[in-house]
C-alpha cells in the first residue's frame, strides 16, 4: 500500500531525483559543528511561533477595547491559554537570542563568504522582520507598558529625516498610538509579515540545501593542504542531531513557560502618566538606551536622528558584509571584520545590562 | 548502524532495547503532553455567563398596546410584549427552533419567527412552523410610582 502511494507520487513528483539528493547530502564534521544547529533551533523556534501564534488567534481580539481583555480571558478561563501564551513569549524572545547567535556565529565563521552571499542577506532580512514581529507583538496586549514603548518607538521612526514624519503616520494609523495602531500592528503581526518571512524563509533555506554548509577557513585551509574532513550523513545522523537539539529547545522552552509566566500589565490608558521604568524589549533596549544618552544637538543636528542614520547605517554594513569583505573568499579572514564583530556584540551586552539597570 | 562494544554478547542487544524503550516511551508522553493541553484549549470555556435573573426593560409608559419589545436579557434577547389588552408577558427571544430572534406580529398579535416563519401566541405557545417547544416565559412585575413604574422582566 505504501510502496503503491510511493510509486504512484514518484511518477508525477519524481521523488526518487530528492530522495537521491538526501541520501547523497553530507555534513562536514569539525570542531566548529556546534555552530550548524543554531539555525536549526531557530527555525524550530520559528514552527513554534506560528503554531502558537495561529492557537492564540482563535481567541485573541485586536482592538483596543477588547485586546487586554482577550489576552486576560486566554491566559485567566481558556485551559491552557496561559501555557500557550507563555511559550508564544519566550519563545519569541528565545528566537530572537538564537538568530543574534547563529548570525554571530556565521559571521566569526566566515560563512557569508563567496558563495554564500544572498544566505547572508536572507538571514540578515529575516533577523530584521524577526525584530519587526517583536516590535508588532509586544502592542497586541494592549497593555501599559508596550503602548508607552510603543509611542516611543514609533516615534524614533518620525526622527528619520525626510521620510520620518510619514513612516511614524503610517506605522500609527495616525497622528498618535490608537486603537488604530493596534489594527495595524495586528495585520502587520499575522498577515504582512508571515508572508514576508516565507518569502525569504523559503529561499534561506533553499540556498542552504542547494550550496550545501560552510566550512569554516581554518577547516577550508587543512583541506586544501591534502587533509579530508569527514563528514556525516546529511539522513538520518544529522537530522537526528537537529532533532536533538530541537527536543532540547523545547525543554528550556517549556521550563521558562511553566516557571516565569509572562506578565500581562495593565491595560492600556492613553491618558494616564507614563510609568516609571519604561523600556522596549532586551533586543531593542542597546539602541534605546543610546538613543537616550545622545545629547539633544550634536554640531547642530538632532541628537536622535543622528543616532537613528548611525543604526540605518550599521544595519546596512550589516546586511552588504559578504560584498564589503571580499578578501573572505580568497581565505583572508580580516581581521576589521573580527573586531567589528567583538565590538558589536560587547556593545550589545554592555548596553543590554546597563539599559536594564538604569530603568 | 554498527553497534559498539561487544555485539556478540546478548547483553548488548538488550540495552539497545531498552534504550529504544526508554527514548520511545519520552517521545510518546512528550507528544502527549502536546495533546492534552492542546486539546484542552481548543475546547472554548464556558462562557462566565452573567447569571441575569432581572432587568429593568423600561418604563411601562413606553411600551404601546398590541406591541412588542425586543430587550436585553443578560447576553440574550427577551421580547416583552404588550397585548391588545394593556396585558404585559415577556419571553425569552430566542426560537426554540434554530435560535434565532423572534419579533411581535401586530397585524395577528402573534410571536414571529421571521427565520423559518414558526409562530407562537401571546402565551408563547407554539401554535404554527417548525418551533419545537413553547418560548421560555419570565414574569414581568411593574414597579415604582403609579404612572412612572418601571417593567421589571425576572426569569421565573
Known sequence: ?359 | MPSHGRPTEPDAIKRRTFLDMVLGVGFVSTALSFVYPLWRYLIPPAAAEPATNSVVAGKATAFKANSGTIVKFGSKPAIVVRTPDGEFRAFSAVCTHLDCTVQFKAETSQIWCACHNGLYDLGGSNISGPPPRPLERFTVNLRGEPGQEDVVVTRA
Open chain 1, 1 to 359: 500500500m505504501t510502496q503503491q502511494l510511493y510509486a504512484w507520487l514518484d511518477q508525477r513528483l519524481d521523488l526518487s531525483a530528492l530522495q537521491h539528493f538526501i541520501a547523497e547530502k553530507s555534513v562536514p564534521v569539525h570542531k566548529h559543528r556546534v555552530w550548524y544547529y543554531m539555525g536549526g533551533i531557530t527555525l524550530f523556534l520559528v514552527g513554534v511561533q506560528v503554531f502558537t501564534g495561529i492557537l492564540l488567534l482563535l481567541y485573541y481580539r485586536p482592538s483596543a477595547d477588547e485586546a487586554f481583555e482577550s489576552v486576560k480571558f486566554i491566559v485567566s478561563q481558556v485551559e491552557f491559554g496561559w501555557l500557550i501564551r507563555n511559550i508564544h513569549s519566550w519563545s519569541a524572545n528565545l528566537l530572537i537570542f538564537m538568530a543574534f547567535v547563529h548570525l554571530f556565529s556565521t559571521l566569526f565563521l566566515r560563512s557569508y563568504r563567496k558563495p554564500r552571499e544572498l544566505t547572508w542577506v536572507t538571514g540578515v532580512l529575516l533577523l530584521f522582520v524577526m525584530m519587526g514581529f517583536g516590535f508588532s507583538g509586544y502592542l497586541l496586549p494592549w497593555n501599559e507598558l508596550a503602548f508607552f514603548a510603543t509611542k516611543v518607538g514609533t516615534g524614533i521612526a518620525g526622527a528619520v529625516p525626510v521620510v520620518g514624519d510619514f513612516t511614524m503616520r503610517f506605522l500609527r494609523g495616525g497622528d498618535d498610538v490608537t486603537g488604530a495602531t493596534l489594527t495595524r500592528f495586528y495585520g502587520l503581526h499575522v498577515a504582512i509579515l508571515p508572508a514576508i518571512t516565507t518569502g525569504i524563509l523559503g529561499v534561506h533555506l533553499l540556498l542552504i540545501q542547494r550550496q550545501g554548509m560552510s566550512v569554516p577557513p581554518s577547516v577550508e585551509k587543512q583541506e586544501k593542504s591534502g587533509a579530508t574532513i569527514p563528514q556525516m550523513p546529511f539522513f538520518p545522523h544529522y537530522v537526528l542531531h537537529d532533532l536533538m537539539w530541537w527536543y532540547v529547545a523545547l525543554g528550556v522552552l517549556a521550563a521558562l513557560a511553566l516557571f516565569l509566566p509572562w506578565e500581562i500589565g495593565k491595560k492600556a490608558d492613553a491618558f494616564a502618566v507614563v510609568p516609571p521604568g519604561i523600556r522596549p524589549e532586551w533586543y531593542f533596549l542597546a539602541m534605546f538606551q543610546v538613543l537616550k544618552l545622545l545629547p539633544a544637538h550634536i554640531m547642530g543636528v538632532e541628537g536622535e536622528m543622528l543616532g537613528v542614520l548611525g543604526f540605518g547605517l550599521a544595519a546596512m554594513v550589516l546586511l552588504f558584509l559578504p560584498f564589503l569583505d571580499r578578501g573572505a573568499a580568497e581565505g583572508r579572514s580580516s581581521r576589521l571584520v573580527t573586531i567589528g564583530g567583538v565590538i558589536a556584540l560587547a556593545y550589545m551586552l554592555v548596553f543590554t545590562i546597563y539599559g536594564y539597570l538604569a530603568a
